[in-house]
DNA sequence: CCGGTGTTGTATAACGATGTAAAACACATC
DNA sequence: GATGTGTTTTACATCGTTATACAACACCGG
């Protein structure tokens, strides 16, 4: 089939080894030795064969990523960016979608692809904590997103309240009094939505403004669609927001939506911060100021994290880590006015 | 690491090559030692080395999914479908996007991932003839979608043209007279945008409708946005047609909001029709009537045409494949009024 | 009892890479 | 020239599996 290292070998007149030893550049090889074969390898087209590496190294280069959905386009992106990242390192990403069900997220913790993968990353939604101390898999799993667990895992996630904090003190500096809040969900303290809200909250109570439930909608998901539907109830119970933070970015362009169906002017009437930055939102005819989490280093931290356990040797152990990757407010037209 | 031929076969009393003659169900083993042999790997709890046997079969055991972009539930829906029928078959996929680039496609066209997969299956978009004429690697390849080539490739797609009629058909059959078409795109007289435009001026004609250029909007893209601001700019170039027909779902459900919008109503004033029958269309306030892709039957009808061709050995040659895969008119509320 | 035929099990060699240990070589020091 | 020290290269075993070839055994008909 391909070329193998003996082809190279029997050609440049060395050992296997050699040739092994210039494709893994180990330092003792003499720069003649080295040229000759590396002539060689790019005469013969020579590329290793990844399933033989991985058997000898007894472990097979990909880690799954597990996220609720792919449809949500801030998901497509976080993926694309651990992909490029873990690909430049050599791993291939196996990436699946839990639906943020929690039987699926149990699957999937609980080893499902094991023996095919080294490691997983996990965005889990539903997942309780039990379920996470009833893992029986040693495959590293690292976990990713907002809801917090007390469990023995790496978790990467942005300081949401902080995050949240900088989009409101954004709305407040502009003047905006009556700011509200879209995206909330109906219990679940522990959830991201939560710790949003409550950054919403604190900013609203320093600067005395208004944090009362009408000025909080809630929604059942995270769609354009289900924006829409808030915005227009919050409109309809007869509040006159001057302002909204929403839970995300599509929660957000759902929202402006309706406000332009209402004939209400984005921002001059009611200016609209998101959640996420997706791609989305800078193609819309307003633009969407919004914070972004700065998924590059969550998919650094994430992927950093888990090799780094499955770089440790036999019984070595080390504490499960929490990093907090950075964020940024993005000014644009839907505050600002321009962008 | 884990446990082992050996490990088994050594708790067994029996040689390696027994116990996989057991694990892989060959002929001629007695029930006796099949018993006992099984007995052990349940109890060790043997799971068999992938990496191992891939090695040994010349094969990863893995197929790439390159389709246009994650984003558009259709392609996650068939990702699904593909990830999920493939991996009964003990494959596992590898998912990628293209972005709908003509560079990216090629790039994997070429084989990015060789030597990591085994074969490819294709959804391109800008991809041209002369790209696939020049490919060099030798994995197999199955093209996916609507796109037409003129290349010794596998060709997976619904008939585009008999779906866009039947779509046509059921708003004639429902009495409307004056039928838009919502989603064609400029130039490129082989995309599929063409085939569900040809399929709708075909009945039209037949039928007496008018199918002047008027009735005929296109976009940009594929997404809601593209579908509203599509409705959008045909109501306002006075136009008032009784019933659409999108190239796409998505499309479809940015027409509706325009509609409503409006104040016109689905299906009384309006009727609406999309296409690909993604899980959005059935959750719309009015639920979207639809042609529905037997996303199953693609998915197998790909993965089969890969598989068989890997199956191949040596010099064997098979004739390129056309398979077209069925489709169904699904009718909702946004045509009947009731679902 | 022989040879033929078919079944059941085993020993051994691959697949393509890397780790280990040691051989081969270079060079300096005494 | 013997010894030591360090570099460069090699032979061989190994990862866990399957393919090949053959040995061992049973059964049958003559």
Redesign the interface.
């Known amino acids: ?2 070329i193998s290292l003996k082809d190279v070998a029997l050609r440049a007149g060395v050992s296997v080894k050699t040739v092994s030893n210039v494709v893994n550049e180990y330092r003792h090889v003499t720069p003649q030795t080295r040229q000759r074969v590396q002539r060689v390898i790019d005469e013969l087209g020579y ?6 590496r ?2 000898r190294k ?1 472990r ?1 280069g990909m880690i799954a990523l597990a996220l609720p ?3 949500n ?1 801030y998901f ?1 992106e976080l ?2 960016a651990v992909i490029e990242y873990a690909g430049a390192l050599d791993y ?1 990403v ?2 699946d ?1 839990t639906n943020g069900r929690r039987d699926q997220e149990v699957l999937f913790a609980q080893g499902f692809r ?3 993968i080294d490691g997983l990353i996990l965005s889990p939604i539903e997942l309780e904590n039990e379920d996470l101390l009833a893992r029986e898999s040693d495959a590293p799993l690292v976990l990713l997103g907002e809801r917090q667990y007390d469990a023995p895992y790496d978790h990467i996630a942005i300081d949401n309240v902080a995050a949240a904090r900088t989009a409101a003190a954004h709305l407040i500096e502009l003047g905006r009094r009556r700011i509200a809040f879209l995206g909330a969900r109906h219990g679940q303290a522990r959830q991201t939505a939560h710790l949003r809200l409550q950054g919403w909250r604190e900013v609203m109570a320093e600067a005395g403004r208004p944090t009362g439930e009408e000025y909080v909608a809630a929604t059942d998901g995270y769609t ?2 289900d924006g ?1 539907q808030a915005m227009a109830r919050l409109l309809d119970s007869g509040v006159r927001p001057d302002a909204v933070f929403c839970y995300n970015d599509l929660i957000a362009i759902g929202a402006m ?1 309706t406000l332009t ?1 209402r004939g209400l002017r984005v921002p001059e009437d009611v200016a609209v911060v998101g959640f996420d930055d997706i791609e ?1 939102g800078r193609y ?1 005819a307003t633009t969407l100021t919004t914070v972004a989490p700065h998924k590059r280093a969550i998919a650094r931290a994430a992927t950093d994290a888990l090799l780094e356990r499955l770089a440790l040797t036999g019984g070595q152990e080390i504490e499960p880590r929490r990093v907090q990757p950075g964020f940024a407010l993005i000014p644009r037209e839907s505050t600002t006015g321009r962008s």
């Open positions: 089939m391909g590329r290793p064969n990844l399933t033989a991985h058997l007894g097979t959905e792919l449809g386009p497509a993926a694309d291939i196996l990436l979608h094991a023996r095919v354009r669609e829409a939506r169906t989305d819309c």
